[in-house]
């Protein structure tokens, strides 16, 4: 697999993305040092399932900027445009800490059928964490339908998937410039969703509904 990096800036913000070219799914973290976890499990999924994975970071930064992803624009980034030219399909991770939801694993983006789809590698999870894919039950913060969020922008959409604290990292402290440990059970799980998106028929725009601006992610 080929490997590129760029540094970007952002609204004043300092990143490095890395993108490692593999198959037509592709694996997002676009919060990688702020989200615990999300870059070390988009690295290891890709790498496992021999998709494409990009991976936002800052290096360095004890206290790392949170850009909304509708604002991780394309116009920004020339490596995030060739990740979304090269995919088919995004699964975009991130990290959520809400009290009311500390075991849900909330699967949003454009995409429903896949959605529901990587929800059945998930169910290996239970009951530890539960996959929610009911947009309703969703927080709307956390729902990645934002027409510009990169998550929607490949030409079958994808999935936003938010994980809690304890489905991406150990909890241990962070550390610059030392990986999260994500559970290997997490691992599994979301090797194996991502195995089953490759079922999808390949072709058709993404499934379910969209959405124009909207709050939040």
Do not use: Y
């Not at 990096?5 to 799914?25: K, P, Q």
């Not at 290891?44 to 494409?52: E, K, Y």
């Not at 809400?98 to 169910?123: E, H, K, M, S, V």
């Not at 490949?154 to 990986?179: D, F, I, K, M, N």
Request: neutral net charge; charged residues 20%; glycine residues 12%.
């Amino acid at each position: 697999m080929t490997t590129r990096t760029e540094r970007v800036e952002i609204e004043g913000v300092s990143l490095l993305a890395t993108l490692t070219l593999g198959g037509d799914l592709g694996l997002l973290a676009l919060h990688g040092s702020n989200e615990g976890g999300t870059a070390e499990l988009a690295r290891s999924v890709a790498d496992r399932c021999a998709a494409t994975s990009l991976v936002f970071t800052q290096p360095g930064v004890r206290r790392p900027v949170h850009i909304p992803s509708p604002r991780m624009a394309v116009r920004h980034c020339a490596l995030l445009r060739d990740f979304l030219a090269h995919v088919e399909l995004v699964v975009s991770l991130h990290g959520h800490m809400r009290p009311a939801a500390p075991r849900a694993i909330f699967l949003g983006g454009g995409n429903r059928t896949a959605a529901r789809l990587l929800a059945d590698g998930l169910g290996a999870l239970r009951p530890e964490f539960e996959a929610v894919t009911d947009l309703d039950e969703i927080p709307v913060a956390l729902r990645g339908l934002h027409a510009r969020n990169p998550v929607n922008l490949a030409r079958r959409g994808g999935v936003q998937v938010e994980l809690p604290l304890p489905a991406r990292t150990s909890g241990r402290g962070w550390v610059p410039g030392v990986p999260d440990i994500p559970p290997p059970s997490v691992a599994d799980a979301l090797a194996k969703g991502v195995e089953l998106l490759a079922t999808l028929p390949g072709d058709g725009p993404a499934s379910g509904p969209m959405s124009g601006p909207t709050p939040g992610r």
